[in-house]
């Protein structure tokens, strides 16, 4: 089974920018859709944004034009970029192999997280 390490989370001021990292066990290559979601204060798991082995990255509207998702299946890594980051941006982030149809995290097991606060 695949195992997930997020990292890159910190305490960031409104405006600024964070990286987030998921290193993925295995051949990253052969997971068709990789996925970031994020759990905020009091708030259910919700997705951030997904990409496709080949194909367009799917984003929630709440972060469209902000964050940016890639990945490189050479090093086994997705990446979260986070610009212009919000207070409502706060919360544990996750990433998880995700389903074609919908995005939808394709495994109940997840990783540790990494927490990403942003506040002034």
């Known amino acids: 089974q695949v195992q997930l390490v997020e990292s890159g989370g910190d305490l960031v001021q409104p405006g600024g920018s964070l990286k987030l990292s998921c290193a993925v066990s295995g051949s990253l290559f052969s997971i068709g859709v990789m996925g970031w979601y994020r759990q905020g204060p009091g708030k259910q798991r919700e997705l951030v944004a997904g990409?496709?082995?080949?194909?367009?990255?799917n984003y929630a509207d709440s972060v469209k034009g902000r964050f940016t998702i890639s990945r490189d299946n050479a090093k086994n890594t997705v990446y979260l970029q986070m610009n212009n980051l919000k207070p409502e941006d706060t919360g544990v982030y996750y990433c998880?192999?995700?389903?074609?149809?919908?995005?939808?995290?394709?495994?109940?097991?997840w990783g540790q997280g990494t927490q990403v606060t942003i506040s002034s």
């Open positions: 998880n192999p995700a389903r074609y149809d919908d995005f939808a995290p394709l495994f109940n097991s």
């Open positions: 990409i496709p082995r080949s194909g367009s990255p």
